[in-house]
């Protein structure tokens, strides 16, 4: 028999340490942690934003998918997401 828990999807938050900023200028973001800072586009600042622990993967995805759907982009929102809990910036929990 499955465990409910272990069956639910997994929420995405941003890791310890790590903290989405506009940047000094104002006018962009930064992702600022332990080892420095990266400067995001917007697209990345606007995934990042919903990595606050509430949200599932295809939630996220969901949310920053433009009206027409488009099935090219959905898949860059997950190779984002993959590439950024490589990175350290975000955890799955």
Known sequence: MKDKA???PSRVRLCSGR????D???DGHI?????GIVQLNESAAAIL??????????QIVTR?????RDDSFAVDV??????ARR???IVED
Do not use: H, I, N, Y
């Open 24 to 26: 000094s200028a104002g």
């Open 87 to 89: 990175r350290g910036w």
């Open 31 to 35: 992702l600022a942690g332990p080892a």
């Open 78 to 83: 997950r190779e984002f997401l993959t590439a």
């Open 49 to 58: 934003a919903l990595c606050d622990g509430t949200l599932t993967r295809e």
């Open 19 to 22: 903290q989405l900023q506009k």
């Open 6 to 8: 272990a069956s639910r």
């Open 64 to 68: 920053v998918l433009p009206r027409s």
